[in-house]
């Protein structure tokens, strides 16, 4: 079955760029009607949504963090990416990568149905 | 964007019957997705669409709507279902982004 794992840096200084990277395994990312998604949760808090990019390359993303924010597909390694540019102490967060799907239902949804085990991102000087 | 409300923590007793609510405005055109959450772990799918639930997650978990209000309603709670609970739906402002709520800390007694 599909797996995700996250990969980043550890401590970002404030004002930097953080890189995170998702790699998927069991299946192929540009395949099927699949949104690949990050999700962060600041310690002791609650989940917010960051974006997403379709299998197709199209993406979408948080308005609050849309100016700073790139999400890409390597189609090649299998994986897809955040960028996040001039970040500060608020983006210190445990970050998340999933698979989100379009549930085509009476009233069309998406949910996320395969998470990575997170990874830690400090934002320090 | 719109906003989903969720009670900070609510309690029951082991064996008994609990609901958990998430309001918004969002829920008069869609429905909630509910995931668990455990210390330390990544969330869980639980519930999604009108009442499906992916099949590892027991049948005692289970997602309803009424107005403006989702629900996930466990009956007859288990010591493992303590756990912290977020809703998320569309937003009803902007169809392409998703929004959570804040989050509702089960305990089972």
């Known amino acids: 079955q599909v797996q995700l794992q996250e990969s980043g840096p550890g401590p970002v200084k404030p004002s930097q760029t953080l890189s995170l990277t998702c790699t998927v395994s069991?299946?192929?990312?540009?395949?099927?009607?699949?949104?690949w998604t990050w999700i962060r949760q600041p310690a002791g808090k609650g989940l917010e949504w960051v974006g997403r990019i379709h299998s197709s390359g199209s993406t979408e993303y948080n308005p609050s963090l849309k100016s700073r924010l790139s999400i890409s597909l390597d189609t090649s390694n299998n994986h897809f990416s955040l960028r996040l540019s001039a970040v500060t102490a608020a983006d210190t967060a445990v970050y998340y990568c999933?698979?989100?799907?379009?549930?085509?239902?009476?009233?069309?949804?998406?949910?996320?149905?395969?998470w990575g085990k997170g990874t830690m991102v400090t934002v320090s000087s | 964007s719109s906003e989903l409300t969720q009670d900070p923590a609510v309690s029951v007793a082991l064996g008994q019957t609990v609901s958990i609510k998430c309001q918004g405005d969002?829920?008069?055109?869609?429905?909630a997705t509910w995931y668990q959450q455990k210390p330390g772990q990544a969330p869980v799918l639980v519930v999604y669409g009108e009442n499906n639930r992916p099949s590892e997650i027991p049948d005692r978990f289970s997602g309803s709507r009424s107005g403006n209000t989702c629900s996930l309603t466990i009956t007859g709670a288990q010591a493992e279902d303590e756990a912290d609970y977020y809703c998320s739906s569309r937003d009803s402002n902007d169809h392409n982004q998703e929004i959570f709520g804040g989050g509702t800390k089960l305990t089972v007694l």
């Open positions: 969002s829920f008069r055109i869609y429905f």
């Open positions: 999933a698979r989100g799907i379009f549930w085509t239902g009476s009233s069309p949804i998406f949910y996320m149905d395969v």
């Open positions: 069991g299946g192929s990312i540009n395949r099927g009607n699949n949104y």
